[in-house]
């Protein structure tokens, strides 16, 4: 028998966060989100880095690319295009229950 333990945090959909609670967030450092921000990972709001705001929406994306790096060994470009279409799947299964 497999004993795990997931532990996650509940974040609030409508909810901003600065570049230092990101990186506390996601337990990554500032260079990690430049490096993601310059690949179009994410894009945070604000015009320079002391201004950045991040939604929440933007922490699951960072979450689910250090989940494709840890697990599946995936560059950021890589990761980039996995979450592009991983939204655009959601999108149309969205529709789709819609339609019926």
């Given at each position: ?31 990690f ?7 179009g ?21 960072i ?15 890589g ?22």
């Amino acid at each position: 028998m497999i004993n795990t333990t997931v532990t996650g945090t509940v974040l609030d959909e409508n909810a901003f966060f600065s570049l230092r609670q990101c990186c506390a967030l996601c337990r990554v450092d500032a260079q990690f989100i430049h490096e993601m921000i310059d690949e179009g990972v994410i894009c945070p709001s604000g015009d320079n880095p002391q201004n950045w705001s991040f939604a929440a929406t933007q922490i699951k994306r960072i979450q689910i690319t250090l989940r494709l790096q840890q697990d599946l060994r995936v560059n950021l470009p890589g990761a980039a295009l996995a979450l592009d279409l991983l939204e655009e799947l959601a999108a149309l299964q969205e529709q789709v229950r819609l339609r019926q």
